[in-house]
């Protein structure tokens, strides 16, 4: 067996030069965001979102009322109180929540467009990009 720590478990490198040469990552922009914004992956990122927001809101609503000895109070009911509130949060926001899923998803969608409006006509100024129909103004 092979320690991992031994020159013989690395794999066989080019070099430090050749790890530098690599293209710099780019930032995000429009072009990732293409394929997924229509999933379910990306619905499910606002609505983990909005379920910590409200599992916060919950948690500060419980921060002032006592565990209550008549069912064994002590340090494992307040651990498992906050393992109640992440689960009361999450079933909020999968039923809805207070629509800032919604919300969110709806302001980083214009962003996007808007975003991706700007880069056409960057790319092609002669493009009448005024011309593109608006989706939230259709009725």
């Known amino acids: ?3 991992i720590n031994s ?3 690395l794999p066989p490198a080019a070099g430090a030069d050749a790890f530098l040469a690599k ?5 995000l922009d429009a072009r990732d965001w293409q394929g997924a914004k229509d999933s ?5 990122v606002f609505e ?30 307040e651990t498992m109180r ?3 509130i992440n689960e009361y949060g999450k079933m909020m926001a999968q039923r809805g929540g207070i629509g800032l899923a ?3 998803k709806k302001q980083m969608l214009e962003m996007q467009e808007q975003e991706a409006l700007q880069q056409i006509s960057e790319q ?3 493009a009448d990009v005024a011309a593109i129909p608006d989706e939230s103004e259709t009725p």
């Not at 379910?40 to 499910?44: A, R």
């Not at 979102?49 to 069912?71: I, K, N, R, T």
């Open 82 to 84: 906050s393992l109640l």
């Open 48 to 77: 983990d979102y909005e379920a910590v927001y409200m599992s916060q809101m919950l948690s500060h609503m419980y921060a002032g009322v006592e565990v209550d000895p008549m069912f064994g109070g002590g340090p494992a009911e």
């Open 40 to 44: 379910k992956e990306f619905d499910k």
């Open 102 to 104: 919604d919300a969110m």
């Open 1 to 3: 067996m092979t320690d």
């Open 23 to 27: 293209p710099p990552l780019r930032p």
């Open 124 to 126: 092609n100024p002669a």
């Open 7 to 9: 020159s013989a478990a």
